[in-house]
């Protein structure tokens, strides 16, 4: 079993950054990949940043070059970076451990809102 909570989401204004964070605990041995997802009411729940363990990682074009994702193994936690935030990233982002055995592990959630 794998847990995962998710910090760092808020208000913020279009242009402006936040730092998400998510802290995972348990069984990590099998984790091969780390994604942060979000979703919006009536909407499928879609991948935003993603890494595996060599550390290669991928984003869809809609936040290419504004998103980072990253991890310190040292404190056991993925982040996302997001730089000049959009209304459109509005939605309630969740952080994802998948495992090679067991499967998909998710946080609770956090809300962002990108609004003046």
């Known amino acids: 079993q794998v847990q995962l909570v998710e910090s760092g989401g808020g208000l913020v204004q279009p242009g402006g950054s936040l730092r998400l964070s998510c802290a995972a605990s348990?069984?990590?041995?099998?984790?091969?990949?780390w994604g942060w997802y979000r979703q919006v009411p009536g909407k499928q729940r879609e991948m935003v940043a993603e890494?595996?363990?060599?550390?290669?990682?991928n984003y869809p074009d809609s936040v290419k070059g504004r998103f980072t994702i990253s991890r310190d193994n040292a404190k056991n936690t993925v982040y996302l970076q997001m730089n000049n935030l959009k209304p459109e990233d509005t939605a309630v982002y969740y952080c994802?451990?998948?495992?090679?055995?067991?499967?998909?592990?998710w946080g609770q959630g956090t809300q962002v809102t990108v609004s003046s």
């Open positions: 348990g069984n990590m041995f099998s984790i091969y990949r």
């Open positions: 994802n451990a998948h495992d090679a055995h067991t499967g998909d592990y």
């Open positions: 890494i595996n363990s060599p550390g290669y990682t």
